[in-house]
């Protein structure tokens, strides 16, 4: 009985086919799902994906309103119709390029690390309202008694990339995952002392949604601990 037992998971594994259908916002959209769509893809050649990249809002609002199979988000909020699974913490940092870079560094150098008091004279660039980054950014400063309008703002972009973009360029400085970085050459990361803003990734979808084979089998892959820790271990 336990051969045949594994003959027929085996034939079923084969035969996992079909797209699943994902809304992600760009973090976990851009970075993340890469890691957890190629193994699995691997492993059932015959499962495809189509993928969205979104801001969190718009991707909440695809869920609920039977868009997407599954999304993929930075926050979340309460709705009866919307499960949510919490797959890996984040944390934001500080991102810096020449000029600003220095400036930070003898910071650093000057009174052992940065604190939020030292950057309200940086110019920063942000994402856009809708953004899970910034919406965790905003309620990180509100628990620090400050406001992001207290921050010299030059500039708002739509992308992470973007963000990153202008960083590089020396235009500004900003905050954004740490996941973003990779092996990022021309930016600097810093951790600000008072100000460690973090959140969770999460896994969305409609509570009345009935998932294909192979989304309930991507559902699963993406939950396993030992997927999501792995790639907490390389990316950050």
């Given at each position: 009985?336990?051969e045949r037992a594994k003959e027929s998971f085996a034939k079923f594994?084969?035969?996992?086919?079909?797209?699943?259908?994902?809304?992600?916002?760009?973090?976990?959209?851009?970075?993340?799902?890469?890691?957890?769509?190629?193994?699995?893809?691997?492993?059932?050649?015959?499962?495809?994906?189509?993928?969205?990249?979104?801001?969190?809002?718009?991707?909440?609002?695809?869920?609920?309103?039977?868009?997407?199979?599954?999304?993929?988000?930075?926050?979340?909020k309460e709705s009866e119709k919307l499960v949510s699974r919490p797959?890996?913490?984040?944390?934001?940092?500080?991102?810096?390029?020449?000029?600003?870079?220095?400036?930070?560094?003898?910071?650093?150098?000057?009174?052992?690390?940065?604190?939020?008091?030292?950057?309200?004279?940086?110019?920063?660039?942000?994402?856009?309202?809708?953004?899970?980054?910034?919406?965790?950014?905003?309620?990180?400063?509100?628990?620090?008694?400050?406001?992001?309008?207290?921050?010299?703002?030059?500039?708002?972009?739509?992308?992470?990339?973007?963000?990153?973009?202008?960083?590089?360029?020396?235009?500004?400085?900003?905050?954004?995952?740490?996941?973003?970085?990779?092996?990022?050459?021309?930016?600097?990361?810093?951790?600000?002392?008072d100000l460690k803003p973090k959140r969770n990734f999460y896994v969305?979808?409609?509570?009345?949604?009935?998932?294909?084979?192979?989304?309930?089998?991507?559902?699963?892959?993406?939950?396993?601990?030992?997927?999501?820790?792995?790639?907490?271990?390389?990316?950050?």
């Open positions: 009985m336990k594994n084969r035969t996992i086919a079909g797209e699943v259908v994902i809304q992600a916002s760009q973090t976990p959209g851009i970075y993340l799902l890469p890691h957890w769509v190629a193994p699995y893809q691997k492993k059932y050649p015959k499962s495809s994906f189509k993928i969205s990249i979104y801001n969190t809002e718009q991707v909440l609002s695809g869920i609920l309103n039977y868009e997407a199979e599954l999304g993929f988000v930075g926050s979340i797959l890996l913490e984040d944390k934001l940092v500080l991102i810096g390029a020449s000029p600003w870079k220095e400036e930070l560094e003898k910071i650093v150098a000057d009174q052992g690390g940065i604190y939020l008091k030292d950057l309200l004279n940086f110019p920063f660039i942000f994402r856009t309202e809708g953004s899970a980054t910034r919406k965790v950014f905003e309620q990180t400063l509100e628990a620090n008694g400050r406001n992001i309008e207290d921050l010299n703002i030059i500039g708002q972009v739509d992308s992470l990339e973007g963000v990153k973009n202008f960083v590089r360029q020396g235009l500004a400085v900003s905050f954004v995952s740490v996941f973003s970085l990779g092996d990022e050459q021309k930016i600097s990361k810093f951790n600000i002392e969305i979808y409609h509570k009345d949604r009935v998932f294909s084979p192979t989304c309930e089998r991507f559902l699963a892959f993406v939950q396993d601990e030992n997927i999501t820790n792995k790639d907490y271990e390389v990316l950050s």
